[in-house]
């Protein structure tokens, strides 16, 4: 089944401890971004990968990582978490480089920071 | 002003109703213009998908656009409790440029 899965789906951690949200997609796109959800805000891009080794900021990168040594995976780092970075977040792959084509999302993985 | 603007609503409907949903935005570069449907708990799902102004029809569901007036909408006819989802806008300028969204309008459909 074509599908974007991300790990884990609830996470619950404290202020300054490290962690990675995977994402993995297994549709052969070339074009992978993570995205923030919050209400009253709505989806905000965080950083977006036209390909391998290929990644730049979005609309609000400060306090993220990414990397893109693989196709196929795009992992969100947060090196030193926040109570602000506390976010329902997606990632999301599209076929091509172009943002036009039709972007697949995975099921979010809602993050709190304590 | 923010480059999209969209009610969030809540917006309730009965069952049978047309929906009409809305954005407008600021920016005349914006070329493609899409509608996503997110499910509670689900990610985003693309809808429909336009390029240049006019109507788009895909079974219930109708797209417009107005790019003179900066202005696209989504008809919803014969509304399902089905349909009770959030429904984002989002547009792009070019091919290479990110996506921006709406901040959503969440619809239920009462049976």
């Known amino acids: 089944e074509a599908q974007v899965t991300q790990n884990p789906r609830y996470l619950i951690t404290v202020t300054g401890k490290k962690l990675t949200v995977t994402c993995s997609q297994n549709?052969?796109?070339?074009?992978m971004s993570w995205y923030r959800q919050d209400p009253g805000l709505g989806l905000r891009q965080i950083y977006y990968?036209?390909?391998?080794?290929?990644?730049d900021k979005g609309d609000v990168p400060e306090g993220y990582k990414v990397s893109r040594k693989e196709k196929r995976n795009f992992p969100l780092i947060l090196e030193s978490p926040s109570p602000n970075q506390t976010s329902l977040y997606f990632c999301?792959?599209?076929?091509?480089?172009?943002?036009?084509?039709?972007?697949?999302f995975g099921p979010g993985t809602r993050l709190t920071v304590l | 002003q923010k480059e999209v603007e969209q009610d969030p609503g809540p917006l309730s409907v009965p069952e049978g109703a047309i929906v009409s949903l809305n954005c407008t935005y600021s920016?005349?570069?914006?070329?493609?213009f899409m509608w996503y449907r997110q499910y509670s708990r689900k990610g985003p799902e693309l809808l429909m998908y336009t390029y240049s102004s006019g109507n788009k029809e895909d079974g219930r569901f109708t797209a417009q656009v107005d790019k003179s007036s900066k202005y696209i909408s989504l008809f919803i006819r014969d509304s399902q409790p089905s349909d009770s989802a959030t429904y984002l806008c989002?547009?792009?300028?070019?091919?290479?440029?990110?996506?921006?969204f709406g901040k959503g309008t969440r619809l239920s459909v009462i049976a």
């Open positions: 920016n005349s570069a914006f070329q493609y």
């Open positions: 999301a792959s599209s076929q091509g480089t172009a943002t036009i084509n039709e972007q697949f």
């Open positions: 989002a547009m792009i300028r070019s091919g290479n440029t990110p996506l921006v």
């Open positions: 990968s036209m390909n391998v080794e290929a990644t």
């Open positions: 549709m052969n796109h070339e074009y």
